[in-house]
């Protein structure tokens, strides 16, 4: 008996060993103190437990109210968030957690709202002058609650006025105004002017608790004595950081508008601060400036001005040629140049083949009124003055058709049989003339023989005498230039022609052959080859 007594004894405690391994269900609120938050901070709310496998979470206010947040559940704990933190987050929060169908445990937290975000704003009515009537005025903005804000306005260290809000009952942030007027004596001016507030919530615990601002009361005037300073000088270099600071006396400071005066008597709007820069001055930036100074308070307005005039060497602004770079023989041509530069610059247009000028022009213009050929080639505009010169070149191209043709024979016009003859034709023109040479048929008819410039007729025969015709053509036109070619066959040959020309002299109307060899030239660089006895070149 006893022995099963000391059995069922450690049977006992086996299982009440047990049970004690085992967690207890428990639950906690993290933070689990007090909370105190501002308005538009973000809050957090945990809720933890312990000893449950599977918990379900509801989270309410104490009265019933809308959370004001959002809730997320996890396995074992649940969250609410409020973000931000509004003014209706001002509750008791309770978390209640069920585990299976009969153990639930609850527990609360409370949050207590404030704002209080910024100091406060003071705006004192500008007098005219001393000694006349102003009024100050300090906002406290998003304050809550508000029926705990307590205001004062104090000059110096003696207190004008204060005021405080316990009749509100808010609800939300509000914007609250303290408004004082007096009339302040000429030592007050300088004085400063503050305004205190203060949120003293009773066991509350954040910082701060009171705001200050102040502001020095002052008078109105101006603006005065307005003048414009110029760095590096109203003489600056071009190139130079140009900078134009206008300074005035005025309270409260006076608005500043740049302007400058154009050529055409205009007025160009430039910048609204004190300081107008300039990088990198040009020529275009020299001119009249003028600072306008206006106290809106005053109704006050004062100008300044400053003549500016950038320096350096000359610019040569345009070089041009009209109406075109390229222009027929015969049309009217201006060729313009012209330059900026201070002080102002000589100009000087020439064609630079002419080693001459054909200036100086105050806008450098030269008039060429039906052009020929021999006005083409490169213009140059110089400009100059004390600081350097600027120069810059273009270029007449006159196109003309050809012109002065010419024929060279070598050795001459009349060789003897078996030498080589060599005819040479030149001719100018733009674009450069095309040469080609032609031969008198028997029938009268030229026969095109040959293209170049250079004609070589090699071991020569009395067949090859004649009438030969160099044409020279572009585009444009072309020009012709004849020679006739006599071939020597000894004395007797020079014996027959004169004979036949004494018979033809006193036989007119019996015709005798006289004729002779001859050839053609136009262009320079040629060389050819014609029926294996017409050749170009020398070879």
């Not at 709310?45 to 809730?71: E, I, Y």
């Not at 300088?190 to 203060?198: D, L, N, P, W, Y």
């Not at 000589?346 to 630079?352: G, S, V």
């Not at 083949?353 to 200036?359: I, L, M, N, V």
Request: aromatic share 6%; glycine share 6%; proline share 6%.
């Amino acid at each position: 008996m006893l022995k099963e007594m000391g059995r069922t004894s450690q049977a006992v405690l086996v299982i009440l060993y047990g049970f004690m391994t085992v967690k207890a269900f428990e639950m906690e609120i993290i933070p689990a103190n007090r909370i105190v938050k501002q308005v538009g901070e973000t809050l957090r709310l945990t809720c933890n437990t312990t000893g449950c496998a599977s918990p379900s979470f509801s989270w309410r206010t104490q009265m019933d109210n809308p959370l004001g947040g959002t809730v997320n559940n996890y396995r074992m704990y649940s969250t609410l968030t409020m973000n931000p933190v509004s003014t209706v987050n001002s509750h008791d929060y309770l978390c209640t957690v069920f585990c299976g169908e009969k153990e639930k445990k609850e527990k609360s937290v409370k949050v207590e709202i404030y704002s209080f975000p910024r100091d406060p704003v003071i705006e004192i009515s500008p007098s005219s002058a001393a000694a006349e009537p102003v009024t100050v005025t300090c906002k406290i903005l998003d304050v809550y609650p508000s029926h705990y804000l307590e205001v004062l306005l104090k000059k110096g260290d003696h207190v004008l006025h204060e005021k405080n809000f316990y009749e509100d009952e808010s609800t939300n942030t509000e914007n609250k105004t303290v408004t004082y007027s007096f009339n302040p004596t000429a030592e007050d001016i300088g004085k400063e002017i503050t305004c205190v507030a203060k949120l003293p919530i009773p066991n509350m615990d954040f910082e701060p608790k009171e705001r200050v601002t102040s502001e020095k009361l002052t008078a109105n005037f101006g603006p005065q004595n307005t003048v414009i300073t110029a760095s590096p000088g109203n003489w600056p270099m071009e190139g130079d950081t140009l900078n134009l600071t206008c300074v005035t006396e005025s309270n409260p400071p006076a608005q500043i508008v740049w302007t400058k005066h154009l050529a055409d008597e205009s007025i160009q709007l430039l910048t609204k601060n004190n300081v107008l820069s300039i990088p990198d001055a040009r020529f275009s930036d020299s001119g009249l400036y003028t600072c306008e100074v206006t106290n809106v308070v005053t109704n006050k307005t004062e100008k300044a001005t400053v003549d500016i005039v950038i320096r350096g060497a000359p610019d040569i602004t345009k070089l041009s040629i009209e109406p075109s770079t390229t222009v027929r023989e015969g049309e009217n041509v201006s060729i313009l140049c012209s330059a900026e530069g201070n002080p102002s610059p000589r100009i000087i247009l020439r064609r630079k083949s002419d080693g001459a000028d054909t200036g100086p022009y105050s806008e450098g213009r030269i008039l060429l009124p039906s052009v020929t050929f021999l006005n083409g080639g490169d213009y140059e505009c110089v400009a100059e003055n004390e600081f350097g010169k600027s120069r810059s070149e273009i270029t007449l191209n006159v196109e003309y058709g050809p012109k002065n043709t010419m024929i060279s024979v070598i050795p001459a016009t009349a060789v003897k049989e078996g030498e080589t003859v060599i005819m040479k034709c030149t001719s100018s023109g733009n674009p450069a003339p095309v040469i080609s040479w032609k031969k008198k048929k028997t029938t009268g008819e030229p026969e095109k023989i040959y293209t170049d410039a250079i004609l070589t007729i090699k071991n020569i025969k009395s067949q090859d005498l004649g009438l030969y015709k160099c044409e020279a053509y572009n585009r444009f036109g072309k020009e012709e230039k004849d020679v006739k070619l006599l071939v020597q066959e000894g004395k007797l040959f020079l014996l027959a022609l004169f004979l036949i020309k004494q018979m033809q002299n006193l036989c007119p109307s019996k015709k005798a052959s006289t004729a002779a060899p001859t050839r053609q030239v136009l262009s320079e660089g040629v060389r050819a080859t014609w029926r294996s006895r017409y050749t170009g070149g020398n070879n």
